[in-house]
């Protein structure tokens, strides 16, 4: 049984030796067939050297190298295609994924569990943000058609099948959490503690998290559509049935003095909600944008592998 363990690399140079010789130590510890794909997401240092230095000296190590900065999201994508193994584990490059936990993947695996899942505690975290993440986690869970789950990352193992099934999905905007419970198989899930990251740092800002977020919530369900006209009946309601009274107050007691604060409040209200549904229509029809145009997720510049085991989708051009 070949295991492949992905490891999408950004700006990695500082720890990808270190990784490489953790990773290699463990499995050989386990004694499993086993390659590397390393992806190389458009780093601008020296990974990209590493790696193939890497991969001269040893032939169980293949990478793929995009043109650019992709995301992770791309990288974890090649790196599935890419990947042969009968089991696929992602794992991130900053050796914050503990790769001893492999193990227990894998005996996880052998007792039939298509999904593996590490879940990290949040452990030294920052307070505000473990705070966030909840709160997130309890709206999001609230709207999205699957269940998304806190600390659960990308940090996981695949079985062949269950790998196929996550390639099958070919659309552009990409949220894994929400692909992986979407696609479903038996799935288990255990608990790790959370390490901070070795070197380096996260590529995370408080600003790209609110977009992640924001994804997250758009990319499996039309809730906030359906949102977005629930609260303009209900504005329209309200208004008739204050206009209906002003109207009938002017008939009995005659025409009021101005209310000019009324109608600032009113115009400048109904200005902000037009602009909110506004934006949730543009942030849907900018998804359909970027779908319809169908162009691939990412672009290699170099690579040691083979062709990928998956054809690219139709209207997708070769990549290579
Ligand atoms: N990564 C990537 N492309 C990016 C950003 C990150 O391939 O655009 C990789 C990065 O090299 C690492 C993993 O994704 O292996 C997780 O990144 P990071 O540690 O920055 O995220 P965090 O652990 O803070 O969530
Ligand atoms: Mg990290």
Known sequence: ML????????????????????VTRELGHIAADFELVYVDDGSRDRTLELLQERAAAD???????????????????AGLRHAAGDAVVLMDADLQHPPRLVGRMLELHAEGWDQVVARRTRDG??????????????????????????????????SRRAVD?????????????GIFAWVGFPTTTFEYRNEGRDSGRSKWTLRKLFDYGLDGLLSFNDKP????????????????????????????????????????????????????????IGEYVGRIYYEVKRR?????KAANTGAPRTRPSPGEFSRR
């Open 59 to 77: 032939p169980r190590v293949r990478y793929v190298s995009f043109s650019r900065n992709f995301g992770k999201e791309a990288a974890m994508l």
């Open 165 to 177: 099934a996550v390639l099958e999905l070919t659309e552009y905007n990409r949220f894994s959490k």
């Open 125 to 158: 975290d920052r307070v505000t943000r473990t705070l966030l993440a909840r709160g997130y986690y309890r709206v999001i869970n609230r709207l999205v058609d699957v269940e998304l789950v806190d600390g659960v990352g990308d940090f996981r193992l695949l």
């Open 225 to 280: 559509l359906r949102l977005a006209l629930h609260l303009g009946l209900v504005l329209v309601g309200t208004a008739s049935l204050y206009a209906a009274w002003i109207v009938g107050d002017a008939l009995v007691n005659g025409v009021d003095t101005p209310g000019y604060v009324t109608l600032l409040v009113a115009v400048t209200a109904l200005a902000g909600v037009q602009m909110v549904m506004l934006g949730v």
């Open 296 to 300: 691939p997720h990412f672009l290699v």
């Open 3 to 22: 295991i492949s363990i992905v490891v999408p690399c950004y700006d990695e140079e500082e720890i990808i030796a270190r990784f490489h010789e953790h």
